[in-house]
C-alpha cells in the first residue's frame, strides 16, 4: 500500500476555488459602488417619508380645522317663490314640497339596492370616499365620455345637506373631508336614509317618497323591481332623464339598462330577473299638475321657468333653491287681457276650439306686463301668446320702415290695382269680388296701410333693393325673432316659424307669436328702440343675495329702423303716423273705442285650403304696446260664421272685427287712470329711393265705376299741408296738373263702406253683407302666398 493519502475533496473542487478566488477578485470594485446607491436610495426614502408626513400633517391639519357646520334648512331645499312686478303680491311658487319623510325600513330592498348598485357601488364598505371612482370618473371625463362626478353617496348627501351646489375644488376638499367625518357620527344606514329622504327625483320630488307618489302615484313602499330601476336613474339627472319628454325618456330607457346590469353585477338581482324588467320602462302614468297652477298662472310660471333656464339656473335651483324671483307681471294687466277677452269673444265658443293669445309689453323696457294664453294650464298647457300663428297684414308695417329706410316717403305712390302680377305669373290681388278692389295706379304709402292694400305694398317690396330680404332684416331688428335661435334677436319664443325672405313677405305669412308681435310694434312706440322683451326682472338667492337683476344689467334700447338714432326716430313716427290714420280712417277704426291716441294695423291670414284661419289687430299708445290673436283648433282651422259670426253687420272673422274690439277692451282696463299722451308729430322722411324718377305721379283719383262691379268710394289719404303730394326737394316739378272731380256715380249715392281688413286671400268686405266669397283667385300651384 502507498503512503500518499488522497484527498476527501471531490475532484475539480481546487479549480472552482481557483475560479471563485479569480471572481471575487474580479468583483471587488462593484462592491465599492453599493454603498452609493444605498445612500441615494436611503435619501430618495427619507425624502419620501417627510412627504408623506407632511401630506399627512396637513390632511391633519384641514381635518381637524374643517367642522361640520350647520345643517342646510331641515335638510331639504326651500320653495321658490315668484311674484308680480311690485314684489310683494304672489305669482306662484315652484315645487311645494309635500316632503313625507319615510324611514329607511319603509324603502323597498330593490330602491335601496338601484341607488347604491348605480350611485356607488362601495358605498357599504367604503369610508365615505372612494379614491378609486374618483380616479376612474377623471379618466372617463378625460376619454370624453359622459361626464362623472366621481362622489360617492356620502359626499352626495353632505353636499345637500351641508354644502351647496358649488363647483370648486375648495368645496370638494370640504367634502371629502366631511364625508370622513360624518362616518363617525352616522352609521351606513342612516347615511342612506337621510339620502333617500333628501335627493332630487325631478319632477318637482325631493326624496324617495314624493318622486314615489308624483311619477307612480304610489307609496315608495309598493314599488317594485322596473320602478325602483327607473327612478334610480332619473335622480342622477332629472332634466336629461326626464320620463315626460320624448328625447329624454329614450336616455332614460338607456341608463335604466345600465342600472339593472349594476344591479346584477352587485348580485342584488339575477341575470333572468334584470333580463325581464329591462324589457320596458316602467308605465308613467300622465303628469299631474299642482292646482296652483291653475287658471293663467301656470302658464305665466311656465315662461318664468323657462327664462330662468335661459339664465343658467337648474331645475334643482328653480325647483327647491329658495329662490325668491320678481317678474315683469302686473295684476292691472294680466286682470285686463282674461277680462278684455272674456268681454268681447263670442258666446257659447268654448276656448277648446276658439284660441285667443293675447300679450302686453311696455315700450322702452321690454317688459310683458301681462298676456293671456287661452285655455286654463290645467286643461292645456299651449299657451297661444306663446305659440302663435300666422300674422297677416300685420306685418306690413315692417315693410313700409323698410322702405322709408330706402329713401321713400309717405307720399310715394304704389300700384293699387288688382291683380298685381309678377313676371313669373304669380298673382297678388286685392280684396273685393272677381279680380278685387281697385285704388288706381299710384296710391301713397299712407293709404295703401290705412286701406291695406295687397297690390301696393307687393309693389312696395319690389320697388326697393333687395326687398324681401331687407324687410326680414328689419322685422327682425324690430323685435321678430329669425327662425332660427338667435342672442341677437332675441324673443319669446326665441323663433319665429315661415319667415322667410320671398316675394310675398310683405302680406305676412310668417307665424309669430302675440308677444313678439307686441314687442316689435313696442318699438314704434319708443320712437324706434327696441327692447329685449323679458318676464324676469330680480333674482334673490336663498341668503338674501342679488343673484341676478335686470335693472343693473345696463341693457339699453337699441336704435333699430335706421343705424343712425335720429333716422330710426323720424321713420317711427312716419310709420306711427300711417298706423294712427290707420285707427283714425281705415281698418282699425275700431280701436278708437279707447278714447285716446292710438295706432295699429289689423290682419288675417288663410290656410292651405284659403279660409281664413287666423285674425289680429296688433296696436300701441306711447304706453302700452298690445298683440291680440283669434285661431281655432290647431291654429289652421277656418274661422268661419259658426265661430265668429258677424258683428253690427260686418264679417267677423276679420281683424277689424273680434281682434280689434278685444284690443280695445283689454287697453281701456289697461290704460284706466293714466296720463293721456301724444304721439311725436310726423317726420316726413324723404331720401333718394331706388327709382326715384319714375315715383313721381299726380295724387290718386279712383275710376269711374265698371259695369261689372261697384267702384270704391275711398277718397286719396290726404296729405299733410305742410308736406306736399309730389316732391319738389327731389327734382324740379313742373306746375301741378288740376286734379280732375271724380265721375259721378249715375246711381243714389251707397254710404261709405267700412274700411277692409285686407290679407292675400281674405280682406273685409264693405258691410252690411259680406262677400259670398272673400277668397281671392288661386295662385299657380306651385307658388302660394298668404296675406
Given amino acids: 500500500m502507498s503512503g500518499k493519502r488522497r484527498s476527501d475533496a471531490p475532484a475539480g473542487s481546487s479549480t472552482r476555488r481557483r475560479a471563485a478566488t479569480s471572481k471575487s477578485a474580479t468583483s471587488s470594485p462593484s462592491r465599492g459602488r453599493h454603498p452609493r446607491l444605498r445612500r441615494v436610495v436611503t435619501w430618495l426614502s427619507l425624502l419620501g417619508v417627510l412627504g408623506l408626513l407632511l401630506l399627512a400633517g396637513a390632511a391633519f391639519v384641514i381635518y381637524r380645522s374643517v367642522n361640520l357646520p350647520a345643517a342646510n334648512a331641515e335638510f331639504e331645499t326651500e320653495t321658490s317663490f315668484i311674484y308680480y312686478a311690485d314684489g310683494e303680491a304672489e305669482l306662484g311658487e315652484f315645487a311645494i314640497q309635500n316632503r313625507e319623510r319615510i324611514p329607511l325600513a319603509d324603502m323597498p330592498q330593490t ?326 278692389n281697385d285704388y288706381g295706379s299710384a296710391v301713397s304709402a299712407t293709404t295703401a296701410m290705412q286701406e291695406s292694400i295687397n297690390t301696393a305694398f307687393v309693389d312696395m317690396s319690389a320697388a326697393m333693393d333687395d326687398g324681401p330680404t331687407k324687410i326680414l332684416q328689419t322685422a327682425q331688428k324690430m323685435g321678430v325673432p329669425p327662425p332660427q335661435a338667435s342672442k341677437k334677436y332675441p324673443g319669446i319664443p326665441a323663433t319665429s316659424r315661415d319667415l322667410e325672405a320671398d316675394a310675398l313677405i310683405t302680406l305676412g305669412k310668417a307665424r309669430i307669436s302675440p308677444i313678439n308681435m307686441a314687442n316689435a310694434f313696442a318699438t314704434i312706440a319708443d320712437e324706434g328702440r327696441r327692447s329685449e322683451v323679458h318676464v324676469v326682472e330680480k333674482v334673490v338667492s336663498q341668503d338674501g343675495k342679488h343673484d341676478y337683476d335686470r335693472s343693473a344689467q345696463d341693457i339699453e334700447a337699441v336704435p333699430a329702423m335706421a343705424k343712425d338714432p335720429q333716422t330710426s326716430e323720424d321713420i317711427a313716427a312716419d310709420v306711427s303716423y300711417a298706423l294712427q290714420r290707420t285707427v283714425e280712417d281705415g281698418t282699425g277704426r275700431n280701436a278708437t273705442a279707447i278714447g285716446r291716441p292710438a295706432a295699429g294695423k289689423t290682419g288675417t291670414a288663410t290656410n292651405d285650403k284659403d279660409e281664413v284661419s287666423s285674425s289680429w289687430f296688433v296696436g300701441y299708445t306711447p304706453q302700452l304696446a298690445t298683440a291680440v290673436m283669434y285661431v281655432r283648433g290647431d291654429g289652421d282651422d277656418q274661422l268661419d260664421e259658426d265661430w265668429l259670426p258677424s258683428y253690427e253687420g260686418a264679417a267677423g272673422y276679420f281683424g277689424s272685427n273680434y281682434p280689434t274690439r278685444t284690443w280695445a277692451a283689454v287697453m281701456q282696463a289697461d290704460l284706466e287712470g293714466t296720463e293721456e299722451i301724444e304721439f311725436p308729430e310726423p317726420a316726413y322722411v324723404d331720401g333718394e329711393a331706388p327709382g326715384d324718377e319714375d315715383r313721381d305721379a299726380p295724387v290718386y283719383v279712383p275710376p269711374a265705376p265698371q259695369p261689372t262691379r261697384a267702384p270704391p268710394t275711398r277718397q286719396p289719404d290726404p296729405e299733410p299741408t305742410q308736406k306736399p303730394t309730389q316732391k319738389p326737394t327731389k327734382k324740379p316739378q313742373p306746375d301741378p296738373v288740376p286734379v280732375p272731380e271724380p265721375i259721378p256715380v249715375p246711381t243714389p249715392e251707397p254710404p261709405p263702406p267700412a274700411p277692409t281688413d285686407c290679407s292675400l286671400f281674405a280682406c273685409d268686405p264693405p258691410p252690411p253683407p259680406p262677400p259670398q266669397d272673400p277668397s281671392p283667385a288661386t295662385p299657380p300651384p306651385a307658388r302660394r302666398a298668404v296675406g
Avoid: C
Avoid at 365620455?145 to 366621481?150: F, K, Y
Avoid at 318637482?204 to 311619477?215: I, L
Avoid at 302686473?330 to 276658439?354: H, I, N, Q, S, Y
Fill in 111 to 436: 330602491m335601496k339596492d338601484a341607488v347604491v348598485a348605480i350611485e356607488n357601488p362601495t358605498f357599504w364598505t367604503d369610508k365615505g370616499v372612494d379614491p378609486k371612482g374618483i380616479l376612474r370618473a377623471a379618466f372617463s371625463n378625460a376619454q370624453g365620455n359622459e361626464v362623472q362626478g366621481g362622489s360617492t353617496i356620502t359626499q352626495q348627501y353632505i353636499k345637500v345637506l351641508y354644502l351647496n351646489q358649488e363647483r370648486s375644488y375648495t368645496r370638494k376638499i370640504k367634502e371629502a373631508v366631511l364625508s370622513l367625518k360624518i362616518q363617525q357620527q352616522l352609521s351606513k344606514n342612516e347615511i342612506l336614509d337621510g339620502y333617500l329622504n333628501t335627493i332630487y327625483f325631478g319632477n318637482g320630488s325631493y326624496g324617495v317618497q314624493a318622486a314615489a307618489k308624483s311619477y307612480f302615484q304610489k307609496p315608495a313602499a309598493e314599488l317594485d323591481l322596473r320602478e325602483s330601476a327607473a327612478l334610480a336613474a332619473v335622480l342622477n339627472n332629472p332634466s336629461l332623464f326626464d320620463p315626460y319628454e320624448k328625447e329624454s325618456k329614450k336616455r332614460l330607457r338607456d341608463r335604466f339598462r345600465i342600472v339593472l346590469g349594476e344591479m346584477v353585477e352587485q348580485e342584488n338581482v339575477t341575470a333572468a330577473e334584470a333580463d325581464q324588467a329591462s324589457k320596458r320602462l316602467p308605465k308613467f302614468p300622465e303628469a299631474t299638475v299642482s292646482s296652483a297652477y291653475g287658471g293663467q298662472k301656470g302658464h305665466a310660471l311656465k315662461l318664468v321657468k323657462d327664462e330662468l333656464r335661459a339664465l343658467g339656473y337648474t331645475d334643482a335651483e328653480i325647483d327647491g333653491g329658495g329662490l325668491r324671483v320678481t317678474t315683469t307681471f302686473t295684476e292691472k294687466a294680466m286682470t285686463a287681457a282674461e277680462a278684455g277677452v272674456a268681454e268681447v269673444r263670442p258666446e257659447g265658443r268654448t276656448d277648446e276650439e276658439l284660441h285667443i293669445g293675447v300679450a302686453t309689453v311696455e315700450p322702452g323696457t321690454g317688459k310683458l306686463l301681462g298676456f293671456f294664453g287661452g285655455q286654463d294650464y290645467l286643461a292645456s298647457q299651449i299657451n297661444w301668446a306663446e305659440a302663435g300663428g300666422m300674422v297677416g297684414s300685420t306685418f306690413k308695417p315692417f315693410s313700409l320702415a323698410t322702405a322709408l329706410e330706402q329713401g321713400f316717403a309717405l307720399s310715394d305712390t304704389f300700384e293699387g290695382n288688382s291683380p298685381y302680377e309678377f313676371p313669373d305669373g304669380l298673382s297678388v290681388r286685392n280684396e273685393g269680388e272677381g279680380d278685387g
